[in-house]
């Protein structure tokens, strides 16, 4: 009861936010069926790992779950290319996951605020005496700090390279010097800075170090394995070499493990994929085993509304793919980029982890939820079959081609073939829809017309029945799976 009373003291009532809705005001909250998510997961683990390859990323790991079911755990490429090691997608390869660790640093704030330790509107100075002099445009609150909206400078002096960052003592000369570079509440500016005195505030009311409670109240309770925000030997022997980007030609520059030291908290965090989708399944609704059910639902409401999404609640991104609600979070790191997402009403969360300065990795969570979308609403139309087909039959098409102009995946949806474009972060949005007219022959019955509508695609079967080619107008693709 106590901590209900204090909810309804900090949010303004009893009742939860209202879910979010989708495009037309349509709930996302609608049943997928394992099938459903399988097709899904199976278009865009192509579309990951053939993007990956395209964008010359040296290692790649990803997973999806559902209702907390690994439907897809994989990885591509090298932890490591002077040695060779292989990239994996479980306690084998470790990422620097840089500032989904401001997700961490929030559950950890709002964990103290469930327990009445903390208010989200307690001035900042009042928990951090040394910081009242350098915040003269009105008091900064906690809340503040996680939706960003304090006027908080974004990272100083701290660079984010090969260096070790600024140890405490630093940090505090340099933010008193300068703390803002605005007042309060007027504008949103992402500040790693914030999250940073975030983590002094939770040091400072624990008596505890950041790390201790990542250990202690994240890695414990959910049962992580390879999860830290320093670099304990148990974590730096699985980390992944990080490297900076590189124009054509130019050698791979790898970056130099570092300890994030002040900015643990805002960016810290080594992780893996196994890790992160259960951190995720831990902030579904139900789970109880961080935080109730109404503070993960304050942490995922939009608080500060930008110009465009994503939107940003507290420590989580807030945004949407093809009407689904998702809370998430990006990072970059030197050598890193990675990003997580979840889709409360849905029950699925995904994380994508690189070793590479890349795109790959935040196109390739919004790729898993729109794949989710459209196979969902293309579900019912893809459920004609003829000619002896069935699901397990089209699955023998499915795979990657090569040609002269180009890759196409070809993926299966319901009862029937789709192609797809890899060149696009929407790749179902126009997919031709293939309709079975022989054992190997398929009429394409949707299509864009500036495509082949109309016209039959046909396969090379090997021995074993296995496609190895594909041919569409004047066009023959060979099988090229990555």
Not at 220 to 236: F, M
Not at 274 to 288: E, I
């Amino acid at each position: 009861m106590a901590a209900r009373l204090l909810w309804e003291q900090e949010v303004g009532g009893s009742n939860p936010p209202a879910p979010t809705k989708g495009e037309g005001g349509t709930e996302a909250n609608v049943k997928l069926t394992e099938q459903q998510v399988t097709d899904a997961a199976d278009i865009a683990e192509r579309w990951i790992r053939l993007r990956a390859v395209m964008q010359d990323v040296p290692g790649v790991s990803y997973g999806i779950t559902h209702a907390g079911r690994t439907v897809r755990l994989g990885a591509l490429g090298v932890s490591d290319l002077d040695a060779g090691r292989p990239a994996t997608p479980d306690d084998g390869t470790c990422y620097r996951v840089a500032s989904i660790s401001k997700t961490v640093t929030a559950t950890l704030t709002m964990q103290l605020v469930e327990r009445g330790r903390l208010r989200l509107d307690d001035p900042v100075s009042a928990h951090l005496p040394w910081l009242r002099s350098a915040l003269p445009d009105g008091p900064v609150t906690i809340r503040h700090l996680l939706t960003h909206s304090g006027g908080i400078i974004r990272d100083g002096s701290n660079a984010w390279g090969d260096h070790d960052f600024p140890d405490p003592q630093a940090f505090r000369r340099e933010v008193r010097e300068r703390a803002t570079f605005g007042p309060p509440s007027t504008t949103f500016r992402y500040s790693n800075v914030a999250y940073a005195l975030l983590g002094e505030i939770l040091e400072a009311t624990t008596g505890r170090p950041f790390r201790d409670l990542v250990r202690r109240r994240i890695v414990r309770p959910l049962g992580l394995t390879a999860t830290g925000s320093t670099l304990v030997p148990g974590l730096r022997s699985r980390l992944a070499t990080g490297y900076y980007p590189r124009r054509p030609g130019e050698p791979r520059r790898q970056t130099q493990p570092t300890e994030a030291r002040a900015f643990e908290p805002a960016g810290g965090l080594i992780s893996n994929v196994p890790d992160l989708l259960a951190y995720q399944q831990a902030h579904m609704a139900g789970d109880r085993r961080l935080l109730a059910d109404a503070g993960k639902l304050e942490m995922q409401r939009a608080q500060w509304q930008r110009r465009e999404e994503p939107h940003y609640g507290l420590g989580w991104m807030v945004w949407s793919v093809e009407g689904i609600a998702l809370s998430g979070h990006s990072g970059g790191y030197p050598g890193f980029t990675t990003k997580i997402a979840f889709a409360p009403a849905l029950g699925v969360a995904t994380a994508v982890l690189t070793n590479a300065i890349a795109a790959v990795s935040g196109e390739a969570v919004d790729v898993v939820f729109h794949t989710i979308g459209r196979v969902k609403a293309l579900w019912d139309d893809a459920g004609e079959t003829g000619h002896g087909h069935s699901r397990r039959s089209v699955a023998r098409f499915v795979g990657i081609y090569r040609g002269d102009w180009g890759e196409l995946i070809v993926g299966r949806v319901n009862r029937s073939l789709v192609l797809v474009d890899p060149e696009t972060t929407t790749p179902l949005k126009d997919a031709a829809r293939l309709s079975p007219r022989g054992r190997r022959s398929f009429l394409i019955v949707e299509n864009d017309d500036f495509g082949f509508l109309g016209e039959v695609v046909s396969f090379v079967l090997d021995r074993r029945g296995r496609s190895t080619a594909l041919r569409y107008g004047p066009h023959t693709l060979v099988r090229a799976d990555v």
